[in-house]
């Protein structure tokens, strides 16, 4: 099982910025990850992809975050981070990590998922 732990939400007025991290782990050593990405999801709304990167750095964002929101990782750490900027009031939702394709020595888990962490943008 892959354990991946969010950090970096909060409260902001609109405008602002805020960065979001995600670790993963796992009981033994992770050799890599296919992709690593940010999803969120607002009340009574389903679950969207806001950015994914791959583990050789290709992305693709949401386009209503494009030229606002950047994602970056660390291969070396499995961290994945969320840089967002003009953060919107409709940018408010619980913001989940998801990893794909973690692999370690003998287990390949296909796609893990973060507890979730809520990021507010007041007006």
């Known amino acids: 099982q892959v354990q991946l732990v969010e950090s970096g939400g909060g409260l902001v007025q609109a405008g602002g910025s805020l960065r979001l991290s995600c670790a993963a782990s796992?009981?033994?050593?992770?050799?890599?990850?296919?992709?690593m990405g940010w999803y969120r999801q607002a009340p009574g709304k389903q679950r969207d992809l806001v950015a994914r990167?791959?583990?050789?750095?290709?992305?693709n964002y949401a386009d209503s975050v494009k030229g606002r929101f950047t994602i970056s990782r660390n291969n070396a750490k499995n961290t994945v981070y969320l840089q967002m900027d003009s953060l919107k009031p409709e940018d408010t939702a619980v913001y989940y990590c998801?990893?794909?394709?973690?692999?370690?020595?003998?287990?390949?888990?296909?796609?893990?998922w973060g507890q979730g962490t809520q990021v507010t943008v007041s007006s």
């Open positions: 998801n990893a794909e394709g973690a692999a370690t020595q003998d287990t390949l888990f296909p796609s893990s």
């Open positions: 796992a009981s033994k050593l992770i050799f890599s990850i296919n992709a």
């Open positions: 990167i791959t583990n050789g750095g290709s992305t």
